[in-house]
């Protein structure tokens, strides 16, 4: 029968150690349900109480029981693992009790881990960057961010699918290494060209108390939207690095230039979308994303260099904590115009913000490297930076325009990308798209004189 054939199987793979072995079972859907198995409506619909009873009696099963577990299976599934479990348990906390007084550091590192708190001092070493009108690509100077929190938590273990040189996810420091049977201890995992697998097996090791990282370019999101929303359903503190993250991929074209997939991921609930728009927001980006406990989050990274702010000039980097803050503001803090952007077009935003000062035109710059962050602030806060009185508002970024109307209003403008992009140069895709400073400045006026006439 059947379940002769079942064991013979099993027991020729368990005789089998040179290579591996392929059982094909053959299933019926629904199957006992006399008239309803092998059938769309066993998959799709409710067998009913009718057809249980049925089912139940081709199974040898009480018809009329309900719930019913029987005292075997019981005794099987709770009783005996219960009595059994105990006795690791135990097992588990004397070899726990060792462990404290023969490895104090490493007994604390396996408490923390399990308790998703970070070692003492995790985040007292971390890079700055000075003011450059030049700048680095956000994958630059996030890939600094990620080695210097690394090096203080050991249990930050990660890597990308066959993409760390360009995602700049190499774990660089002395005994980082690469994970491999000959070195479990290493740090980087090479998973090869296969997002989903790759996301899937990040949050398994997260299930561990590790806490894992995966990197690759954003347009691959696609690839990993499975484990990205179980790691969302299950909570899990996973960090997924995308960096190439515009049309800012120039030459590579539309195929490679994400549009639709920022929208995608802020879509999802319970996930963090973080998109810094220079290198100490990148730093203070993937702080946040490690103090998450219960949830994971997305570090979107550019490909080209994007300006570093003067912090001494500009608000402090820290704001990003907070989702959106005020980068630059106009004189005596009442604007007529807010400019808002995320990640590479922060700098434009500024660029156009100088411009719009040296002409009279009071203007505020708004980075808003996480909506979620900044839907988790209270009333007065969203309102001290984004006041409902200031109805002229331009947003700004290269993607999809979804989800802007709730910030820009119904007549606010934006600078945003209705197609999908091209094969070119950067700079010929941004005067192509309106990415350009005369464009954002021509926008800001046409908004600040509706803001006049409101007023």
Same mark, same amino acid.
């Given at each position: 029968?059947?379940?002769?054939?079942?064991?013979?199987?099993?027991?020729?793979?368990?005789?089998?150690?040179?290579?591996?072995?392929?059982?094909?079972?053959?299933?019926?859907?629904?199957?006992?349900?006399?008239?309803? /198995?092998?059938?769309?409506?066993?998959? #799709?619909?409710?067998?009913? =109480?009718?057809?249980? %009873?049925?089912?139940? @009696?081709?199974? *040898?099963?009480?018809?009329?029981?309900?719930?019913?577990?029987?005292?075997?299976?019981?005794?099987?599934?709770?009783?005996?693992?219960?009595?059994?479990?105990?006795?690791?348990?135990?097992?588990?906390?004397?070899?726990?009790?060792?462990?404290?007084?023969?490895?104090?550091?490493?007994?604390?590192?396996?408490?923390?881990?399990?308790?998703?708190?970070?070692?003492?001092?995790?985040?007292?070493?971390?890079?700055?960057?000075?003011?450059?009108?030049?700048?680095?690509?956000?994958?630059?100077?996030?890939?600094?961010?990620?080695?210097?929190?690394?090096? /203080?938590?050991?249990?930050?273990?990660? #890597?990308?699918?066959?993409? =760390?040189?360009?995602? %700049?996810?190499?774990? @660089?420091?002395? *005994?980082?290494?690469?994970?491999?049977?000959?070195?479990?201890?290493?740090?980087?995992?090479?998973?090869?060209?296969?997002?989903?697998?790759?996301?899937?097996?990040?949050?398994?090791?997260?299930?561990?108390?590790?806490?894992?990282?995966?990197?690759?370019?954003?347009?691959?999101?696609?690839?990993?939207?499975?484990?990205?929303?179980?790691?969302?359903?299950?909570?899990?503190?996973?960090?997924?690095?995308?960096?190439?993250?515009?049309?800012?991929?120039?030459?590579?074209?539309?195929?490679?230039?994400?549009?639709?997939?920022?929208?995608?991921?802020?879509?999802?609930?319970?996930?963090?979308?973080?998109?810094?728009?220079? =290198?100490?927001?990148?730093?203070?980006?993937? @702080?946040?994303?490690?103090?998450?406990?219960?949830?994971?989050?997305?570090?979107?990274?550019?490909?080209?260099?994007?300006?570093?702010?003067?912090?001494?000039?500009?608000?402090?980097?820290?704001?990003?904590?907070?989702?959106?803050?005020?980068?630059?503001?106009?004189?005596?803090?009442?604007?007529?115009?807010?400019?808002?952007?995320?990640?590479?077009?922060?700098?434009?935003?500024?660029?156009?913000?100088?411009?719009?000062?040296?002409?009279?035109?009071?203007?505020?710059?708004?980075?808003?490297?996480?909506?979620?962050?900044?839907?988790?602030?209270?009333?007065?806060?969203?309102?001290?930076?984004?006041?409902?009185?200031?109805?002229?508002?331009?947003?700004?970024?290269?993607?999809?325009?979804?989800?802007?109307?709730?910030?820009?209003?119904?007549?606010?403008?934006?600078?945003?990308?209705?197609?999908?992009?091209?094969?070119?140069?950067?700079?010929?895709?941004?005067?192509?798209?309106?990415?350009?400073?005369?464009?954002?400045?021509?926008?800001?006026?046409?908004?600040?004189?509706?803001?006049?006439?409101?007023?």
């Amino acid at each position: 029968n059947d379940a002769e054939a079942l064991a013979a199987a099993l027991h020729r793979f368990k005789g089998n150690t040179g290579k591996p072995t392929l059982i094909v079972v053959d299933s019926l859907i629904g199957y006992g349900a006399p008239n309803k /198995q092998n059938t769309a409506a066993a998959h #799709g619909e409710p067998l009913g =109480a009718d057809e249980i %009873k049925l089912a139940k @009696k081709a199974y *040898g099963w009480p018809e009329d029981a309900d719930f019913l577990v029987p005292d075997e299976a019981r005794h099987h599934l709770r009783d005996a693992l219960l009595e059994r479990a105990s006795g690791l348990y135990e097992d588990w906390n004397r070899a726990f009790d060792r462990l404290r007084q023969d490895d104090p550091r490493r007994a604390d590192e396996l408490q923390r881990m399990r308790a998703g708190e970070m070692p003492e001092g995790w985040d007292a070493k971390l890079p700055s960057f000075d003011a450059d009108a030049k700048g680095v690509a956000s994958r630059e100077s996030g890939g600094k961010a990620l080695n210097a929190f690394a090096e /203080q938590i050991p249990w930050l273990v990660g #890597g990308a699918a066959d993409l =760390a040189p360009s995602t %700049k996810t190499n774990l @660089k420091f002395d *005994g980082a290494g690469s994970f491999s049977a000959r070195e479990p201890a290493g740090r980087n995992m090479h998973f090869g060209i296969r997002e989903h697998a790759m996301g899937s097996i990040a949050n398994g090791m997260a299930l561990c108390y590790l806490r894992s990282f995966t990197a690759t370019f954003l347009v691959f999101s696609d690839y990993m939207k499975p484990p990205i929303r179980l790691a969302s359903i299950m909570e899990l503190p996973v960090v997924f690095v995308f960096t190439h993250d515009s049309i800012g991929v120039g030459e590579d074209g539309p195929t490679h230039q994400p549009i639709e997939h920022l929208a995608q991921l802020r879509a999802t609930p319970g996930l963090l979308t973080l998109r810094p728009g220079d =290198a100490n927001e990148a730093v203070q980006a993937w @702080k946040i994303a490690l103090q998450q406990t219960n949830r994971p989050s997305c570090m979107v990274l550019s490909r080209q260099p994007l300006p570093t702010l003067d912090r001494s000039k500009y608000a402090s980097a820290e704001g990003v904590a907070q989702g959106a803050y005020v980068v630059a503001d106009a004189e005596g803090g009442k604007p007529e115009v807010i400019l808002m952007a995320t990640g590479s077009e922060l700098g434009l935003a500024m660029q156009a913000y100088e411009q719009l000062k040296g002409e009279g035109v009071k203007a505020r710059v708004v980075s808003m490297p996480c909506w979620e962050l900044f839907e988790e602030q209270d009333e007065a806060y969203k309102q001290s930076v984004l006041p409902d009185e200031v109805l002229g508002r331009v947003a700004i970024e290269q993607a999809g325009p979804l989800g802007w109307e709730r910030y820009i209003g119904r007549k606010g403008a934006s600078v945003t990308m209705s197609t999908f992009g091209a094969s070119a140069p950067i700079g010929k895709l941004q005067a192509k798209y309106g990415y350009t400073v005369d464009n954002v400045v021509k926008l800001a006026k046409e908004q600040a004189q509706r803001q006049g006439s409101a007023t």
